[in-house]
């Protein structure tokens, strides 16, 4: 499949297919931008367009997907920031976008996402801290947010994440003490949070935590 495979798709046939619910063309060497005739497929339920190498920004009517639960844009060149129309997608159960070339803050709009069980935000260049209102996101099981640009303290509402299984924050640079509400997240298994600029104790009742 070349280069003009998704535009020309989505734009000559796709647009019309209002009732697909799944649409995976993932590592298959498509580039160039994502159309923003994605947005007409109303119905989809998972759009996985990961391992490509689609660049540009991802357009706004994604926003239009409302019934998306997967969305995975993973391993692109995606650049720009996370859309706020993103914030629409309240089914959103998987967002993968790690290692694009994404940049700008984490947007305030995610917080809409509540039923999110795994977020992987990875390898991009996020900048500003890790936002609060992540600790709203009560479903969360699986966060990934390394290796960005993310600095100030780390949020005491991440303890709020009691069913927080992985916690992937190194290679950034946040700073400030490691959190020791951390201990009441009783299913955390993994905690990463090398090459920052933390210090303090790790929470010694965290006897499970396997790496740093
Ligand atoms: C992928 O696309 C590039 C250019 O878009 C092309 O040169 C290359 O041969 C393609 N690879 C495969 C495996 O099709
Ligand atoms: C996106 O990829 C296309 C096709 O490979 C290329 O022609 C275009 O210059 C790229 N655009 C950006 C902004 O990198
Ligand atoms: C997205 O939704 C808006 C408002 O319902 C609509 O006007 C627009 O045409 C839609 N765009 C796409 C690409 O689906
Ligand atoms: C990555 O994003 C930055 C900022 O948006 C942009 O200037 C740069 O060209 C992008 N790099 C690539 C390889 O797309």
């Not at 959103?92 to 709009?109: C, K, R, V």
């Not at 935000?121 to 479903?139: K, Q, T, W």
Request: charged fraction near 10%; hydrophobic fraction near 40%.
């Amino acid at each position: 499949m070349n280069t003009n495979f998704l535009n020309k798709f989505i734009l000559a046939s796709l647009v019309n297919l209002t009732k697909l619910t799944i649409l995976d063309l993932y590592q298959n060497n498509l580039s160039g931008s994502i159309p923003i005739e994605i947005g007409y497929l109303s119905s989809l339920n998972e759009l996985d367009l990961s391992f490509n190498s689609l660049n540009s920004s991802i357009p706004t009517s994604l926003g239009n997907l409302t019934s998306l639960s997967g969305l995975y844009l993973n391993e692109n060149h995606i650049s720009g920031s996370i859309p706020k129309e993103k914030g629409n997608l309240n089914s959103l159960y998987l967002l993968s976008l790690d290692d694009n070339n994404l940049s700008g803050p984490i947007p305030s709009d995610l917080e809409n996402q509540k039923n999110l069980v795994t977020m992987f935000l990875s390898v991009n260049h996020f900048i500003g801290s890790i936002p609060a209102f992540f600790g709203n996101l009560i479903n969360l099981q699986y966060l990934y947010i390394q290796s960005n640009n993310l600095i100030e303290e780390i949020p005491s509402s991440i303890c709020n994440l009691i069913s927080l299984k992985v916690l992937y924050l190194g290679r950034n640079n946040l700073r400030g003490e490691i959190l020791q509400c951390l201990v009441n997240i009783n299913g955390l298994w993994v905690l990463k949070i090398a090459y920052n600029n933390l210090n303090g104790e790790i929470p010694s009742s965290i006897c499970n935590i396997i790496s740093l």
